[in-house]
Nanobody, 123 residues
Framework: VQLQASGGGSVQAGGSLTLTCAAS????????VGWFRQAPGKEREFVAG????????RYDNSVKGRFTISRDRAKNTVYLQMSSLKPADTALYYC?????????????????WGQGTLVTVSS
């Protein structure tokens, strides 16, 4: 499966963006999917994850209450709604498919990384 992340852009602090992760080639409807991000000079980190049927979600504490992950299995798409954005959220955001059907935090459990979409939040 190939993933394409889109929807990034430049916003002011407090603004909102919705990222989209679309799959092609194969479906990922039976896999967990995660969003990760990498800020300049920092390691890639887990942001949010969703189980195969959307019944379970997990968030990093830094985005809990501000970001919402969801999926549309029929469209083979996963979304990340981001609100109350902060300059600290500035990063390249990636989506990836998990080997398992469930949510996980470890990036080593993920594959098929997309190219990423850049989110820039100005103060």
């Amino acid at each position: 499966v190939q993933l394409q992340a889109s929807g990034g852009g430049s916003v002011q602090a407090g603004g909102s963006l919705t990222l989209t992760c679309a799959a092609s080639g194969r479906t990922f409807s039976n896999n967990g999917v995660g969003w990760f991000r990498q800020a300049p000079g920092k390691e890639r980190e887990f942001v949010a994850g969703i189980s195969w049927n959307g019944g379970s979600t997990r968030y990093d504490n830094s985005v809990k209450g501000r970001f919402t992950i969801s999926r549309d299995r029929a469209k083979n798409t996963v979304y990340l709604q981001m609100s109350s954005l902060k300059p600290a959220d500035t990063a390249l955001y990636y989506c990836a498919v998990r080997y398992s059907a469930y949510v996980g935090f470890d990036e080593n459990d993920y594959r098929s990384w997309g190219q990423g979409t850049l989110v820039t939040v100005s103060s």
